[in-house]
């Protein structure tokens, strides 16, 4: 499993439009490629302004298999929406090395 993960600085008064556009626009999108497992948005209750997107892709054969140029066309729809309004700070590529079951 390859994980996408990405920190986001938004502005703190439009963290929850950055949150739901997002969704709307990026995981429906996403979602549409084989390959895509699932995605999660945490925000911390001490940052208004930070937001991580952490996203699971079965491989990372599949996770670069989107073509740029789709990438691209989602990436400005999404800056219709939402404007200069938040910046990509810091991105990394991780694996799951081990994953625990939880215990009963």
């Known amino acids: 499993m390859e994980i996408e993960w990405l920190k986001v600085r938004v502005a703190p008064e439009l963290r929850e ?3 739901q556009k997002d969704a709307e626009i990026w995981t429906t999108f996403l979602s549409k490629y084989p390959g895509f497992l699932n995605k999660e948005v945490w925000i911390s209750p001490d940052n208004l302004a930070e937001v ?5 892709w ?6 670069k298999a989107i073509p ?3 990438l691209e066309r989602v990436e400005a729809q999404f800056k ?12 990394a590529r991780y694996q799951v090395r081990k994953q625990f079951p ?3």
């Open 17 to 19: 439009q950055y949150v």
């Open 52 to 56: 991580i997107l952490v996203i699971h």
């Open 58 to 63: 079965a491989s990372l054969d599949d996770w």
């Open 68 to 70: 740029a140029v789709e």
């Open 80 to 91: 219709q929406a939402m404007g200069n309004t938040y910046t990509i700070v810091e991105s």
């Open 102 to 104: 939880a215990q009963d």
